[in-house]
């Protein structure tokens, strides 16, 4: 997501060779200033970025350490604005947000990536469909809700988006919901009768937040049109779509600095559960190259219960991982969303997500041979591996559609796969893990 800004931190950086050398400081603030413009970050604030770190660079030393301080003390300094961080919930429920947004910016696709993330935290939650401008938004949320197996508040027959907000959250408070979130019109551009149908329906319901979703590939025009919401609607925070897209990533400095409200959440591609919350200490991790182990760490809670991991961990460590597990894994991986967002959380990861973004766990050819290979064994054989002697293998080549070849191969890989995960659940596993990543990485910079 940040790969442009994290590659130019890192050749600026690599400027700065000899202490107390202040022509490669000056040559490092120059290669920064370009790759921040370059990034579409407001000319102010890059000009208040630099200052920032040459003067903290110098106090402390000109050397690569306290340049790398000062630059991620900056980054701080502009996206730490006032206001609150991820999610805030009311002291009474519901908690009533209303999203906004121009159309295109995917924000009904992003109100029900709230609306799963908010499930995962154990809320119960309502969606209320009040686009009723695009023709498509309530059939889109219709479907979204199925998938995500979130209620929804729609009406077939009301073209009164306000009587429909209003009555949502009449559902909201008898059904005993936690959080209501409101979907609305969105326009190609700002107008008059766009933003007097938002203040009706704020008007009515009186949501404790206001989310303006904005497009992160939109640049400055997103940043102007964030501006103009704002002065009208007084938006509570911003959440940034598509920003798997978007290898600048300088419009989430540009937001935060220009309009001065807090970035909420982050959408970092395009499955559902690839929403995160945007607090700006990790962000700055993931644009240092430093990735966001916390973060995935959540989300892997969320997704996989401390007894089965541990469960699993036995398994591993006995060598009895088998096909039923592999499945199980394959899945709750697409629960923690796109391999490019799962990536990029990771140290030194960010560059292999960029390559791994189109990546996709359910449609990828090589999962849907394993799932029907896995499909044409009996029960037994899913859990003991080392009864798939010739003849089965055979039989399962057949009713999977497969060659005897590849059936051979994969399981050659499973089995090569589970003897690694062995190993590495050892005592000396991380060690010896660290150690084969330092080794890929000495291979990729050589």
């Not at 999610?87 to 995917?106: D, I, Y």
């Not at 969303?337 to 990771?346: H, R, Y």
């Amino acid at each position: 997501m940040f790969d442009t800004l994290t590659e130019s931190f890192r050749g600026a950086i690599n400027k700065i060779r000899f202490h107390d050398d202040e022509k490669s400081l000056k040559k490092a603030l120059e290669e920064l200033k370009k790759a921040l413009l370059k990034a579409d970050v407001h000319y102010k604030a890059v000009k208040d970025l630099l200052k920032t770190v040459e003067n903290e660079t110098k106090a402390k030393g000109i050397g690569k350490e306290s340049f790398l301080s000062a630059l991620r003390q900056g980054l701080l300094e502009i996206l730490q604005t006032s206001g609150s961080q991820g999610f805030v919930f009311a002291s009474k429920p519901p908690t009533v947000v209303l999203m906004a947004g121009l159309q295109g910016s995917g924000k009904t696709t992003t109100t029900a990536k709230l609306a799963s993330f908010l499930k995962t935290k154990g809320k119960k939650v309502l969606m209320a469909a009040c686009d009723l401008q695009r023709l498509a938004a309530v059939e889109q949320l219709k479907q979204l809700s199925a998938q995500i197996e979130v209620d929804l508040y729609h009406e077939e027959e009301s073209a009164n988006p306000v009587q429909i907000a209003k009555n949502a959250l009449h559902r909201a408070n008898e059904g005993l919901y936690d959080v209501l979130l409101v979907d609305t019109a969105g326009r190609l551009a700002i107008d008059e009768a766009l933003m007097q149908e938002l203040k009706s329906v704020k008007e009515a319901i009186h949501p404790h937040e206001v989310f303006y979703v904005a497009d992160s590939l939109s640049g400055q025009d997103g940043v102007r049109s964030a501006e103009r919401f704002h002065q009208e609607m007084a938006l509570s925070g911003v959440i940034l779509s598509k920003f798997d897209g978007d290898s600048k990533g300088g419009v989430a400095l540009s937001i935060a600095y220009q309009i001065g409200i807090p970035l909420r959440f982050i959408g970092s591609g395009e499955k559902i559960p690839d929403l995160d919350p945007f607090l700006p200490d990790r962000i700055v991790n993931r644009l240092m190259g430093a990735g966001d182990i916390e973060s995935l760490a959540e989300k892997t809670s969320a997704v996989i219960s401390e007894k089965e991991a541990k469960n699993l961990t036995k398994k591993i460590k006995k060598g009895e991982f088998n096909f039923n597990d592999f499945l199980a894994q394959m899945d709750n991986m697409k629960k923690l969303g796109s391999m490019q967002s799962i990536l990029s959380m990771l140290p030194g990861m960010g560059s292999m997500a960029s390559a791994l973004k189109d990546v996709d766990l359910d449609n990828s050819r090589e999962i849907k041979q394993i799932r029907a290979m896995v499909a044409s064994m009996t029960p037994k054989e899913r859990e003991d591996p080392s009864l798939l002697n010739g003849s089965r293998r055979k039989r399962i080549a057949l009713g999977s559609g497969m060659e005897v070849a590849d059936v051979n191969r994969v399981i050659k890989q499973f089995d090569g796969a589970a003897k690694m995960a062995k190993k590495f659940s050892g005592k000396r596993g991380m060690q010896d893990l660290m150690g084969l990543m330092n080794q890929s990485k000495m291979g990729r910079l050589g």
